[in-house]
């Protein structure tokens, strides 16, 4: 099945915002609030940053948020800090109760 | 503290067969679905399975349907994968992974790389 479609690469300057975006059908991302978002850290395994769309895990900083319009889902960092740099997947249930994830974006942090 | 810890994996001839482990602790490990979850170095996450805590609901990705199997041994507190007729594009490193509600909880184990090829 093919993969939730996320641009390959975003940059931003320390203290600004950047925005992720994580396109989907309505047989995934548009029809369901189950949009999840995670950061992956070189040699290090995925981190949950938001759940269910735009709930935070305890301990995730607010910085981060998530939303959703259409089949089109999305994770703001606000507050932009070099920590951040990393990759970030999304990912999303499928009406055949599949997890599928986004292809993947390396943020860069300027 | 929870503990997800893998084994199994390594160098496998194309249509060759390994299993895969994860023991698990820290936690009570029959109340959580678990996942696999692949990734090539270098590459993006590739959600393979999932299993209900009571071993009765599972779920695959097209790709591996009709040639993986996940099962789990509450007793063992272990996961497992079965991988069948492997493909050269099986080859990645292959975690464990606890859920957490809808998504994909923080832990994870440390991977075990498989290779497939002759």
């Known amino acids: 099945q093919s993969a939730l479609t996320q641009p390959a690469s975003v940059s931003g300057s320390p203290g600004q915002s950047i925005t992720i975006s994580c396109t989907g059908t309505?047989?995934?991302?548009?029809?369901?609030?189950?949009v999840s978002w995670y950061q992956q850290h070189p040699d290090k395994t995925p981190k949950l940053l938001i759940y269910d769309v735009s709930n935070r895990p305890p301990g995730v900083s607010n910085r981060f948020s998530g939303s959703k319009s259409g089949n089109t889902a999305s994770l703001t960092i606000s507050g932009l800090q070099a920590e951040d740099e990393a990759d970030y997947y999304c990912?999303?249930?499928?009406?055949?109760?599949?997890?599928?994830f986004g292809g993947g974006t390396k943020l860069t942090v300027l | 503290e929870v503990q997800l810890v893998e084994s199994g994996g390594g160098l496998v001839q194309p249509g060759g067969s390994l299993r895969l482990s994860c023991a698990a602790s820290g936690f009570t490990f029959s109340n959580y679905w678990m996942h696999w979850v692949r990734q090539v170095p270098g590459k993006g996450l590739v959600w393979i399975s999932r299993?209900?805590?009571?071993?009765?609901?599972?779920n695959y990705a097209d790709s591996v349907k009709g040639r993986f199997t996940i099962s789990r041994d509450n007793a063992k507190n272990t996961l497992y994968l079965q991988m069948n007729s492997l493909r050269a594009e099986d080859t990645a490193v292959y975690y464990c992974?606890?859920?957490?509600?809808?998504?994909?909880?923080?832990?994870w184990g440390q991977g075990t790389p498989v290779t497939v090829s002759s």
């Open positions: 309505s047989s995934d991302v548009g029809g369901y609030t189950l």
């Open positions: 990912a999303s249930y499928r009406s055949n109760s599949i997890l599928v």
């Open positions: 299993i209900k805590g009571d071993g009765i609901s599972t």
């Open positions: 992974a606890r859920d957490y509600g809808n998504s994909i909880s923080d832990d």
